[in-house]
């Protein structure tokens, strides 16, 4: 928990600086009615049913009731002999919180009224004043005044029971109790007696606000430990605001019972309305801050980084949208007219969108492409035609590293759109090749090579034996095409060209073992007598293709699944003869 000196200074200090003067807080309040009605003639502003009860309490609060009595609906005569008397009585009454329930913010500020069920045209309710068994509507009327056109007035209804509950508020006034230098002496229109208590309110009340949330820590963790959540135990991170929310109703309730008057209860109640959203808001904000980090750190966790960053992304967007409700919830207690806002919100998001629709297309496309995870940092990646390393998912874009060292930056509205090759995700990689024998080569001579080049894959410890395809495919006007195609058991593609590269030997081993040799280049003209097939090797060639002929064991189209099974593993890789077998110590056969 805060410490106690804290608890104290900052509602004193919030109070203190959220409190307008007299002029400003008028000015302040006459703005909505004012801008409900440019047009208004009347000098008193008494052109909707807010500012003729309002102008009516600054005028009662300044000591002219001359010119509060132009608020009540009376003849000129009664004005003239009893306007000031009455005027002060209903002031007195108005200012009583107990006597008068009404809310300053709900009253109409059109200059017709709001309608209300049960009220006619031209009338307005707009509280109950009560004292004893004696109660009466503070209800306005509409009248036409010669001078200044359509104004609303306190009706005569009304002002026919303001003295019987001034009477009865007088016999049970608490100011008969204190020093009359406390009840005499005022400022900002309020007594001296009720600003001394409404300060010396404010450190009680965070004392029990504090008290509140101590005893509510208690079941919390509790819970927390039961199920487990440790995390949510340790709730301290939202101890702050939390305190400033009930240190704020606590001191909203201790002054109820100070009867302060209705325009300065009215002020009160604004900045005491503009703590609890503060506090509200602060609490939401760090509770969207929290839970998002734990699904982000869980997600992480789980290895799904593209989850992580769609959270850290999803945490600032809602704190600004957190930030914004906040900044509208206090110009809407304050009293401006938030529909005006809300709609130029709406214009100025239409014209940000016309404007910003790569910025937001990007935006979305960054979304996106954290959503599906087709890629994480790290992964290498085909972009189109570039290929590179990830190194970095941002909003707008994402930047990879090329194979030229050089950063190249790809907007994520392009990502989410072009063909994308992740690399990294390849649970083996695709080896091919094709082989060109000479023209010349005997059919048999070309059984041998496809035979032991099928060996050859079978038995490498690195081949996927089940996708091994080793086929003539094409007699051509200058070759014998034979394709061979295999998968290699890696992921890493030094480790593939590694392998590719001992294949590809082998391979030419096993062609210089057949007696033949890869076809020349059609284009090429050679002067020099071409040595033809070596005669010896050839026949040795053939002669073990008739050999598996005779035995019925010609591997055509393909070995036996036994020979194959038999097959695996029975080339060493490395070779015996490699320093990479030295250097880890093996001996025998890799698998």
């Known amino acids: 928990m805060p410490s106690f000196p804290k608890l104290v200074v900052i509602p004193v200090l919030l109070l203190a600086s959220t409190l307008p003067s007299r002029a400003q807080l008028g000015n302040l309040l006459q703005a909505p009615s004012t801008a409900a009605s440019p047009s208004a003639t009347d000098p008193l502003g008494r052109t909707t049913p807010q500012s003729t009860v309002l102008g009516f309490l600054h005028a009662a609060q300044a000591g002219d009731y001359s010119i509060a009595s132009q608020y009540l609906q009376m003849s000129s005569a009664r004005r003239q002999s009893e306007g000031e008397q009455l005027a002060n009585k209903l002031a007195f ?42 109660e009466a509507d503070l209800e306005l009327v509409r009248v036409t005044d010669p001078a200044a056109g359509k104004i609303w007035l306190i009706s005569s209804d009304t002002l026919t029971k303001v003295p019987e509950l001034y009477d009865q508020l007088q016999a049970r006034q608490v100011e008969n109790k204190l020093p009359s230098v406390l009840v005499k002496h005022q400022f900002a229109g309020m007594a001296l007696w009720q600003w001394l208590a409404l300060l010396l309110e404010v450190p009680l009340a965070a004392v029990l606000g504090w008290a509140v949330l101590a005893v509510l820590e208690v079941p919390v963790r509790w819970w927390a430990r039961r199920r487990g959540h440790v995390d949510v135990a340790n709730w301290r991170s939202v101890s702050g605001p939390a305190w400033l929310l009930a240190g704020a109703l606590v001191h909203r309730i ?3 019972y100070l009867g302060m008057p209705l ?98 297309a990007n935006l979305f496309g960054g979304v996106s492409v954290l959503a599906d995870e087709v890629f994480r940092v790290g992964d290498v990646c085909k972009f189109g035609d ?148 070596e005669k010896e090797k050839a026949e040795t060639a053939a002669k073990k293709i008739a050999e598996l002929r005779d035995g ?40």
């Open 386 to 533: 570039r290929t590179g390393v990830v190194e970095d998912i941002g909003l707008r874009s994402t930047r990879i590293r090329t194979d030229e060292r050089t950063l190249v930056a790809i907007p994520n509205g392009t990502v989410a759109t072009i063909n994308l090759e992740n690399l990294s995700r390849r649970e083996k990689i695709l080896f091919k090749t094709n082989l060109g024998l000479r023209l010349d080569t005997k059919p048999d001579h070309v059984r041998y090579v496809l035979s032991e080049v099928r060996r050859l894959l079978y038995s490498h410890p690195k081949v996927e034996t089940t996708s091994v395809r080793v086929r003539l495919t094409d007699v051509a006007g200058s070759a014998l095409n034979v394709e061979v195609v295999s998968y290699i058991l890696t992921q890493d593609s030094n480790e593939f060209a590694a392998v590719r590269e001992d294949l590809l030997l082998r391979i030419m081993d096993v062609l210089e073992d057949s007696g033949g040799g890869l076809a020349l280049p059609s284009q090429t003209l050679y002067l020099s007598r071409d040595s033809g097939l």
């Open 93 to 134: 009454v108005l200012n009583q919180p107990r006597a008068f329930s009404g809310n300053p913010r709900g009253w109409s500020t059109q200059p017709e009224g709001t309608p209300q069920e049960g009220v006619a045209l031209g009338r307005q309710k707009l509280g109950t004043m009560s004292a004893a068994d004696v």
């Open 263 to 360: 325009l300065q209860r009215h002020y009160y109640f604004q900045v005491t309305s503009i703590s609890l959203i503060v506090g509200a808001t602060w609490i939401f904000w760090r509770g969207v801050r929290w839970s998002l980090r734990r699904v982000r750190n869980r997600a992480l966790t789980h290895g799904h980084a593209g989850t992580g960053s769609l959270m850290l992304l999803g945490e600032r967007i809602l704190k600004a949208v957190v930030f914004g409700v906040g900044i509208l919830a206090v110009l809407g207690a304050l009293g401006f007219n938030m529909s005006t806002a809300l709609a130029g919100l709406g214009i100025g998001g239409l014209a940000i969108g016309f404007g910003a629709q790569q910025t937001i």
């Open 552 to 591: 019925k064991q010609l591997p055509f189209p393909d070995f036996h699944q036994e020979d194959i099974s038999s097959f695996k593993g029975s080339i060493e890789y490395p070779q015996p003869e490699s320093a990479v077998r030295k250097a880890q110590g093996e001996s025998g056969k890799s698998r």
């Open 254 to 256: 201790l002054a109820a």
